[in-house]
C-alpha cells in the first residue's frame, strides 16, 4: 500500500480525536449482552466532553496543560484506573463461575451428556485502554493528540494500562478469551505494528485483534457490530472495557467499564 494512502487511512482513524470542554454524568443504564444498551461503570465518563480533573473557576488551554499534567503525575489517574479495573475484575471473577454453574444446570435438565463449555469473552479497546500514549501526548502539551497517537502507534512502543493488563491475565487464567477492537485502521502495516507493541507490553494469547475496516460508519456502529458478530459466534462477551464512551455504547455485552481519559475525546 502507498504511503499516501496509508496516510489517508490514518487520517480517517484519527479525524474524530478531539478536545472538548468538561463535563459528564456518573452512570448510564441498560440491558444485557446481546441487547443495544448495556450498564456502564464509570467515576469519570465523557459525557458530552472531557471529564472533570478538579479544575475550579474559569480555565483556559494553559491550564488545562497544568491540570493534565498533575492529574496525571500526582498520582490521581492511575488511581483512577485501578478503582475501575479493580471493579471490572471483580464482576468478571463473580460472573464466570455463575455462567459456567447455570451451564452444568442446564445441561443436567435436559439430559446433556457432553455439555459445552460456555464460550466467554472480554472486549479491550487500545489506546488508553490497553496502551498508554501518555508520553507522545504530554510532548505536544495535549494540543497535538492526532500527531501523539499516529507517532505512538508506529513506535509501537507503548506501555501497557496496567489495570487492563492485570484484567486480561485474569481473563486468561479463566479461559476467558480476549478480543480486542480498535479504531486503529485495518492496514498490514498498522495490524503488524499493533501486535508488536500489545505483546511488548505483556499482552498474550488473545483470541482477535480487529482493526477498523473503514466502511462501518461511526465509532458505536463499527465497535457494537463487532462486538455483535462475537456474540453471533456464541460468545457471551461479559466485560467490555474502553476508554471512550463511544467504545461502550451499543450493547452486546453483559457490562461495560470506563477508564478516564482526559486527553482527548472521540465523538461517536
Given at each position: 500500500?502507498?504511503?499516501r494512502?496509508?496516510?489517508?487511512?490514518?487520517?480517517?482513524?484519527?479525524?474524530g480525536?478531539?478536545?472538548?470542554?468538561?463535563?459528564?454524568?456518573a452512570?448510564a443504564?441498560?440491558?444485557k449482552?446481546g441487547?443495544?444498551t448495556?450498564?456502564?461503570?464509570?467515576i469519570?465518563?465523557?459525557?458530552?466532553?472531557?471529564?472533570?480533573?478538579?479544575?475550579h473557576?474559569?480555565?483556559?488551554?494553559?491550564?488545562?496543560?497544568?491540570?493534565?499534567k498533575?492529574?496525571?503525575?500526582?498520582?490521581r489517574?492511575?488511581?483512577d484506573?485501578?478503582?475501575?479495573?479493580?471493579?471490572?475484575?471483580?464482576?468478571?471473577?463473580r460472573?464466570v463461575?455463575r455462567?459456567r454453574?447455570?451451564?452444568?444446570?442446564?445441561c443436567?435438565r435436559?439430559?446433556?451428556?457432553?455439555?459445552?463449555?460456555?464460550?466467554?469473552?472480554?472486549v479491550?479497546?487500545i489506546?488508553e485502554t490497553?496502551?498508554?500514549?501518555?508520553?507522545?501526548?504530554?510532548?505536544?502539551d495535549?494540543?497535538?493528540?492526532?500527531?501523539?497517537?499516529?507517532?505512538?502507534l508506529?513506535?509501537?512502543?507503548?506501555?501497557?494500562?496496567?489495570?487492563?493488563l492485570?484484567?486480561?491475565?485474569?481473563?486468561?487464567?479463566?479461559?476467558?478469551?480476549?478480543?480486542?477492537?480498535?479504531?486503529?485502521?485495518e492496514?498490514?502495516?498498522v495490524?503488524?505494528?499493533?501486535?508488536e507493541?500489545?505483546?511488548?507490553?505483556?499482552?498474550?494469547?488473545?483470541?482477535e485483534?480487529?482493526?477498523?475496516?473503514?466502511?462501518?460508519?461511526?465509532?458505536?456502529?463499527?465497535?457494537?457490530?463487532?462486538?455483535?458478530e462475537?456474540a453471533?459466534?456464541?460468545y457471551?462477551?461479559?466485560?467490555?472495557?474502553?476508554?471512550?464512551?463511544?467504545?461502550?455504547?451499543g450493547?452486546?455485552?453483559?457490562?461495560?467499564?470506563?477508564?478516564?481519559?482526559p486527553?482527548?475525546?472521540i465523538?461517536?
Open positions: 500500500m502507498s504511503s494512502r496509508i496516510r489517508n487511512h490514518l487520517l480517517c482513524f484519527l479525524a480525536i478531539s478536545l472538548a470542554a468538561a463535563g459528564g454524568y452512570l443504564a441498560g440491558g449482552t441487547s443495544t448495556n450498564p456502564i461503570y464509570s469519570r465518563p465523557t459525557g458530552i466532553g472531557l471529564p472533570r480533573i478538579g479544575m473557576g474559569t480555565t483556559g488551554a494553559g491550564d488545562m496543560v497544568a491540570s493534565l498533575s492529574y496525571h503525575d500526582s498520582g489517574y492511575e488511581n484506573l485501578e478503582a475501575v479495573g479493580h471493579r471490572a475484575r471483580n464482576y468478571l471473577d460472573r463461575p455462567i454453574k447455570q451451564a452444568r444446570r442446564s443436567r435436559n439430559a446433556v451428556k457432553h455439555c459445552p463449555k460456555p464460550k466467554l469473552a472480554i479491550l479497546d489506546d490497553s496502551l498508554s500514549n501518555y508520553q507522545s501526548l504530554q510532548a505536544t495535549f494540543t497535538g493528540a492526532t500527531a501523539a497517537l499516529a507517532t505512538s508506529f513506535a509501537a512502543t507503548s506501555p501497557a494500562v496496567g489495570p487492563t492485570d484484567l486480561a491475565d485474569d481473563a486468561d487464567r479463566k479461559g476467558v478469551s480476549v478480543f480486542f477492537i480498535t479504531g486503529r485502521p492496514i498490514q502495516l495490524r503488524d505494528k499493533t501486535e507493541n500489545l505483546t511488548g507490553a505483556g499482552y498474550s494469547d488473545w483470541a485483534l480487529i482493526l477498523n475496516p473503514g466502511d462501518a460508519g461511526g465509532t458505536v456502529a463499527y465497535k457494537s457490530g463487532a462486538r455483535a462475537i453471533d459466534d456464541g457471551d462477551i461479559v466485560v467490555n472495557m474502553g476508554d471512550q464512551d463511544s467504545d461502550l455504547k450493547g452486546h455485552a453483559e457490562r461495560a467499564f470506563k477508564l478516564p481519559n486527553f482527548y475525546f465523538a461517536d
